[in-house]
């Protein structure tokens, strides 16, 4: 399989989005050079599948930074960005970039925290492994 980040770059960049769908519908060549990561053969896999298996592709992508300090670690390349009349992955350096973006995006990380903390919440462990974590 290609480099799937270049690959992925190369969408967003031809189409200034990358969806799933967009990404299955391309990939339908069989020249193209993500055709091989889909599972085509409709008897094992349907149309919904295949839009999963994009999404956890587009969601694999990784990026490595670097701290002040020297310390490094990873993050998602791609975060999925709600426009109001339209929902696209784009590129995290793009996203620190743009105040709406960023907006967006935290506030998407704050309804996330939200939710698992009203899961766990009731476990004294889960807040001492959040406040290990954060420390």
Request: hydrophobic fraction near 35%; avoid cysteine; charged fraction near 35%.
């Amino acid at each position: 399989m290609a480099d799937l980040r270049h690959e992925l770059e190369l969408i967003w960049k031809e189409h200034q989005e990358l969806t799933a769908t967009l990404v299955v519908d391309l990939a339908r060549d069989e020249g193209h050079p993500l055709h091989a990561s889909f599972e085509w053969d409709d008897a094992k896999a349907g149309e919904s599948f295949r839009l999963s298996q994009a999404r956890q592709m587009i969601r694999s992508v990784k990026i490595t930074y670097k701290t002040d300090d020297g310390k490094s670690g990873n993050i998602r390349h791609w975060y999925s960005v709600d426009r109001g009349q339209s929902r696209s992955y784009e590129p995290a350096d793009e996203i620190v970039q743009d105040d709406v973006a960023l907006a967006i995006v935290l506030r998407d990380m704050e309804r996330e925290w939200k939710t698992l903390k009203r899961k766990y919440d009731r476990f004294g462990q889960f807040r001492d492994m959040v406040l290990k974590d954060l420390g």
